[in-house]
């Protein structure tokens, strides 16, 4: 089965073009771009899903040891949930690799081989590969990361590639050459998670750079967030070369009188693939920055066909690891461990209450009822040579009076 379910026939005659790529955490959208005379042709959606254009980010391993991309992973992920593989994208540059049936899939192999797949389904329609490919990846990727994957896409055969972040290409399908001077724009990306909104800025033929940005921002308050950001670097909603909606644009998003030129297209969730195979144009007439910045992938389209040294992974942030302590006992061993001295203390003192009053209640029960307590005997005198001891066999009783004498 061809990738991504469709049956195409081989063009006998190679039709250049252009190839944009963009990879979302849901949907996946390509489109092209086809020379026309000396120049290029307006950027088309490439079809990928069995639906609609765009096709699911999800790989599937088969019983053949195979993966199956796009819409017929997920169908036949939605059978065997166990060997259904999504998020790798945003995995790039883990330690980790993606395990499925013990099996273990490198992140930026599994985006290699979703490239491999798109790219294979465009060779069959224009008969032969693209002369350029730009893939979009998410807006915090390091150098570490880009080089990652471009090692990848290099060992598969993709040398001519240029790596953006998505909200550069969305630009690119609008604004895809700032004007002269100092510009600055604006990119709202709406998703499940809500919109991230991101300010862009560009200084002459440099072209288009990320600024700040805002994650998970309410769709009502996108445009709010994203003039406080352009005032924040000393723009005011005026002065914004213009503002692109992409993504799941819900309607009436766009307000009724702008204060600067927005922009949504006809399709917003394709906006980026749309962008990407027009900066693609601009890069296979090798027309753009020359150079990518080490930290940031913020040039408009970077040399990229020589691969250096892989840079050092980027320093995990410290952990500090606080040791989990036991809740407390509350019977009444804990009371005597924690205070040893004291309940020792209190237990000898109460042993010794309980001795004088059992050897008390003793006395009282013995004695019986009526019975006066025996009298305190006194010390005896030591006998004098005068007195003469007199032996007693039994003993005296006498009736006591009412003074109390016998």
Same mark, same amino acid.
């Given at each position: 089965m061809p990738p991504f379910g469709r049956h195409e026939v081989?063009?006998?005659?190679?039709?250049?073009?252009?190839?944009?790529?963009?990879?979302?955490?849901?949907?996946?959208?390509?489109?092209?771009?086809?020379?026309?005379?000396?120049?290029?042709?307006?950027?088309?959606?490439?079809?990928?899903?069995?639906?609609?254009?765009?096709?699911?980010?999800?790989?599937?391993?088969?019983?053949?040891?195979?993966? @199956?991309?796009?819409? #017929?992973?997920?169908? %036949?992920? /939605?059978?065997?949930? !166990?060997? =259904?593989?999504?998020?790798?994208?945003?995995?790039?540059?883990?330690?980790v690799p993606m395990l499925v049936e013990g099996e273990p899939f490198p992140p930026e192999t599994l985006t290699t081989v979703l490239v491999e797949g798109i790219a294979e389904h465009a060779a069959n329609l224009f008969g032969g590969p693209p002369h350029h490919l730009v893939l979009t990846h998410p807006g915090d990727w390091?150098?570490?990361?880009?080089?990652?994957?471009?090692?990848?896409?290099?060992?598969?055969?993709?040398?001519?590639?240029?790596?953006?972040?998505?909200?550069?290409?969305?630009?690119?399908?609008?604004l895809p050459l700032p004007g002269p001077g100092d510009q600055v724009a604006g990119v709202c990306e709406f998703g499940n998670d809500g919109v991230n909104v991101t300010l862009a800025t560009a200084t002459g033929a440099g072209g288009w750079? @990320?600024?700040?940005? #805002?994650?998970?921002? %309410?769709? /009502?308050?996108?445009? !709010?967030? =994203?003039?406080?950001?352009?005032?924040?670097?000393?723009?005011?909603?005026?002065?914004?070369?213009?503002?692109?909606?992409?993504?799941?644009?819900?309607?009436?998003?766009?307000p009724a009188r702008p204060p600067c030129p927005m922009f949504a297209g006809p399709v917003p969730p394709a906006a980026a693939a749309l962008g990407a195979a027009t900066l693609a144009t601009l890069r296979a007439d090798h027309r753009g920055t020359p150079q990518e910045p080490p930290a940031v992938e913020t040039t408009l389209l970077p040399k990229v066909d020589t691969l250096?040294?892989?840079?050092?992974?980027?320093?995990?942030?410290?952990?500090?690891?606080?040791?989990?302590?036991?809740?407390?006992?509350?019977?009444?061993?804990?009371?005597?461990?924690?205070?040893?001295?004291?309940a020792a203390a209190v237990l000898v003192l109460a042993a010794a209450v309980s001795g004088v009053v059992i050897t008390v209640t003793a006395r009282e029960a013995t004695a019986g009822p009526g019975t006066s307590p025996a009298p305190t005997p006194t010390p005896a005198l030591a006998p004098t040579s005068a007195d003469t001891p007199t032996p007693v066999d039994t003993p005296t009783h006498c009736t006591p009076s009412g003074e109390g004498h016998c």
């Amino acid at each position: 089965m061809p990738p991504f379910g469709r049956h195409e026939v081989r063009r006998k005659a190679p039709l250049p073009y252009v190839l944009g790529i963009d990879v979302a955490q849901g949907r996946t959208h390509a489109a092209t771009c086809h020379r026309q005379g000396p120049g290029w042709g307006e950027p088309e959606p490439l079809w990928l899903g069995e639906r609609s254009p765009a096709a699911a980010s999800a790989l599937f391993l088969d019983d053949e040891g195979y993966l @199956l991309t796009g819409d #017929a992973a997920a169908q %036949a992920g /939605a059978q065997v949930p !166990s060997r =259904l593989l999504t998020g790798f994208h945003r995995r790039i540059g883990d330690d980790v690799p993606m395990l499925v049936e013990g099996e273990p899939f490198p992140p930026e192999t599994l985006t290699t081989v979703l490239v491999e797949g798109i790219a294979e389904h465009a060779a069959n329609l224009f008969g032969g590969p693209p002369h350029h490919l730009v893939l979009t990846h998410p807006g915090d990727w390091g150098g570490y990361r880009r080089d990652v994957l471009r090692r990848a896409l290099a060992e598969a055969g993709f040398t001519a590639v240029t790596l953006v972040p998505g909200s550069i290409a969305a630009l690119g399908a609008h604004l895809p050459l700032p004007g002269p001077g100092d510009q600055v724009a604006g990119v709202c990306e709406f998703g499940n998670d809500g919109v991230n909104v991101t300010l862009a800025t560009a200084t002459g033929a440099g072209g288009w750079q @990320l600024g700040q940005s #805002a994650e998970g921002v %309410a769709p /009502a308050a996108a445009l !709010s967030t =994203l003039f406080a950001l352009a005032g924040a670097a000393s723009t005011s909603p005026k002065g914004l070369a213009g503002v692109v909606f992409c993504g799941d644009v819900p309607p009436h998003a766009l307000p009724a009188r702008p204060p600067c030129p927005m922009f949504a297209g006809p399709v917003p969730p394709a906006a980026a693939a749309l962008g990407a195979a027009t900066l693609a144009t601009l890069r296979a007439d090798h027309r753009g920055t020359p150079q990518e910045p080490p930290a940031v992938e913020t040039t408009l389209l970077p040399k990229v066909d020589t691969l250096g040294e892989l840079g050092e992974r980027p320093p995990r942030p410290p952990v500090e690891i606080t040791p989990f302590e036991l809740p407390e006992r509350t019977g009444p061993l804990s009371m005597f461990r924690r205070r040893r001295p004291l309940a020792a203390a209190v237990l000898v003192l109460a042993a010794a209450v309980s001795g004088v009053v059992i050897t008390v209640t003793a006395r009282e029960a013995t004695a019986g009822p009526g019975t006066s307590p025996a009298p305190t005997p006194t010390p005896a005198l030591a006998p004098t040579s005068a007195d003469t001891p007199t032996p007693v066999d039994t003993p005296t009783h006498c009736t006591p009076s009412g003074e109390g004498h016998c």
